[in-house]
């Protein structure tokens, strides 16, 4: 008896320990199996998951600009800059560092107006793919403006963005942050935004960062025109370029389909009749024919029958 108890003291530590490395083993491992397999959570309403990989290289290919030329000399603004570049890349003119407008290249050339500073103006461009990766900067065009009004009109205004181009979905609102600066209050806005509704007219009593916003109705791509002038008549100009993203769609062609069905439709219908009619006047002037020819028949035997 002394054995048995002696025995079961001496091994009741070493079993009392397995048990608890036993259930531990058996409670906890279920758990770590159980926190590995956990699915993943599926997006939250109103979240979106985006992944994109940027497969094409930035723009090799410099813009370059043709006219104005060196030490060109001007009394007016804004002034016409012309140039070759890229198709399909979008030019943004830049004029002492500081974006003056953004226009596509077409044709392999672009164009555009672009306000100028008083003084000496150093004007660049630089091209930008859909991605929006700049390329080579282009020569620089160094011309020299002369403000005839400055003196009885007053400071020099100035408009100009941080972006030459910006899009938003077909029905969404694009807005546009400017920068507006010299001159003197109250400022009229005219804007252009090329997609043929009328141009807006906007009043700004003060300089500063101003937004202005527009809501497209088909997708596409449009040049909007922006001029500014202050209190005093002195103007600024601005021309960028407005992406409205979404499905293009075109009335024109359902029109021009409507209208040639409806031209095939009337076209068919003075068909139809004369086919109709083709009938009974080949018919009625078959009979009239065989009934001259009867008559002059009846006309010949009579005579010959008189001889």
């Known amino acids: ?53 940027k497969l094409q290289a930035p723009p ?25 570049c890229t198709t399909g890349l979008l030019v943004q003119a830049y004029d002492n560092g500081v974006m003056g407008g953004s226009v596509n290249c077409t044709s392999g050339s672009f164009t555009m107006q ?14 930008y793919d859909d991605l929006e990766q700049a390329g080579p900067a282009s020569n620089i065009a160094t011309v020299t403006y002369t403000d005839t009004h400055f003196t009885a009109f007053g ?37 252009d935004w090329g997609d043929g509704t009328p141009s807006e007219l906007k009043s700004q009593s003060l300089a500063g960062l101003i937004t202005i916003a527009h809501t497209y109705k088909k997708a596409g791509i449009y040049q909007v025109n922006i001029k500014v002038t202050d209190v005093n008549g002195v103007s600024a100009f601005l021309q960028v370029v407005a992406v409205s993203s979404g499905q293009v769609d075109s009335t024109a062609a359902p029109t021009d389909k409507t209208d ?3 031209a095939t439709k009337i076209l068919w219908i003075p068909a139809v009749i004369a086919l109709v009619l083709l009938v009974p ?12 020819l009867r008559s002059k028949m009846l006309k010949e035997r009579d005579s010959f029958e008189e001889k």
């Open 260 to 262: 040639t069905t409806a």
């Open 114 to 127: 672009i306000s100028l500073f008083a003084g000496t103006n150093e004007l660049s461009a630089i091209v």
């Open 60 to 84: 090799t290919d410099a813009a370059t600009i043709t006219t104005p030329g060196n030490g060109a000399s001007f009394t007016t603004s804004p002034t016409t800059v012309n140039g070759i």
């Open 155 to 191: 400071a020099l205004v100035t408009l100009t963005s941080s972006y030459g181009r910006r899009s938003a979905p077909a029905g969404s609102e694009l807005s546009w942050p400017l920068q507006l600066s010299g001159g003197a209050g109250p400022y009229a806005f005219s804007i």
């Open 1 to 53: 008896m002394i054995n048995k108890i002696r025995f079961s003291a001496q091994w009741a530590l070493p079993v009392t320990i397995g048990t608890f490395l036993l259930a531990l083993f058996v409670f906890v491992q279920p758990t770590f199996a159980t926190i590995n397999q956990l699915p993943i959570p599926d997006p939250k309403p109103g979240s979106y998951g985006l992944e994109a990989t």
């Open 281 to 292: 006047t080949y018919w009625l002037g078959r009979r009239s024919q065989i009934v001259s």
